[in-house]
């Protein structure tokens, strides 16, 4: 079945460190992952996507590592700074490409 | 900055009661969807919409629920008799593209409160 998950439900870091989530997921045939913020209140916010034929994407402060391998993905945030504060999710794209399926959250919080 | 909106916010119901949840999706987007967020539970995905019908759905979604987009901008979700374990926030989402590519963009979500 389609299932993703993630390791930790919690992370505290403080200002200025890199930190890095992970997130295991179970169907090797998954092709498209997307990393997710949520803020209390809000809904998702986009972060960073990565397809199954890449192993890392960098963005602004972020970048996604996928190994196929052993089904991870991890997203790495650099300077972390307290408006990372947020759960943050990570999603597979279900086989036939019509819905996101969400893994558990995990709640990022920064200290000063 | 175009923005997927919700409404409402949030709403109290009796259980047994029907709700309509409704979204006004970004203005050229093409795929839609709902989903749920039990409080302090991951997001569920509920439904996708493409092209007038249902493209996919979950389990969640049986037959108390139905989505409609009754003119070319609302897209609603009805739960037809509520129950207690439908309290939760449910977001819309859409997008533009494949469905399998680019960014989701997600409502601020529609919380539902059923006693």
């Known amino acids: 079945g389609e299932s993703v998950g993630l390791h930790l439900p919690t992370l505290s870091v403080q200002e200025g460190d890199n930190s890095i989530i992970n997130c295991a997921y179970s169907?090797?045939?998954?092709?498209?992952f997307i990393w997710y913020k949520q803020e209390s209140g809000k809904g998702p916010q986009f972060i960073i996507d990565?397809?199954?034929?890449?192993d890392k994407r960098q963005g602004q402060r972020v970048t996604v590592l996928l190994n196929k391998t052993v089904k991870h993905l991890s997203l790495q945030i650099a300077a972390t700074q307290p408006g990372d504060s947020a759960v943050y999710f990570c999603?597979?794209?279900?086989?036939?490409?019509?819905?996101?399926?969400f893994g558990k959250g995990t709640t990022l919080s920064v200290s000063s | 900055e175009p923005e997927v909106t919700q409404t409402p916010s949030h709403q109290v119901t009796q259980m047994g009661q029907e709700v309509i949840l409704r979204c006004v999706p970004i203005?050229?987007?093409?795929?839609f969807y709902w989903y749920r967020q039990i409080l302090g539970q991951k997001v569920e995905f509920l439904v996708s919409?493409?092209?007038?019908?249902?493209?996919?759905k979950s389990e969640i979604f049986d037959d108390q629920f139905s989505v409609e987009r009754p003119d070319g901008s609302n897209f609603t979700l009805k739960i037809r008799s509520t129950k207690l374990e439908d309290s939760a926030m449910y977001f819309c989402?859409?997008?533009?593209?494949?469905?399998?590519?680019?960014?989701?963009?997600f409502g601020e979500g529609s919380r539902l409160t059923v006693l």
């Open positions: 990565i397809r199954s034929n890449m």
């Open positions: 169907n090797s045939a998954s092709d498209y």
């Open positions: 989402a859409s997008k533009t593209g494949t469905p399998n590519t680019g960014e989701l963009f």
């Open positions: 203005s050229n987007h093409l795929y």
């Open positions: 919409f493409y092209n007038n019908e249902i493209s996919e």
């Open positions: 999603a597979e794209s279900n086989q036939a490409g019509t819905a996101l399926i």
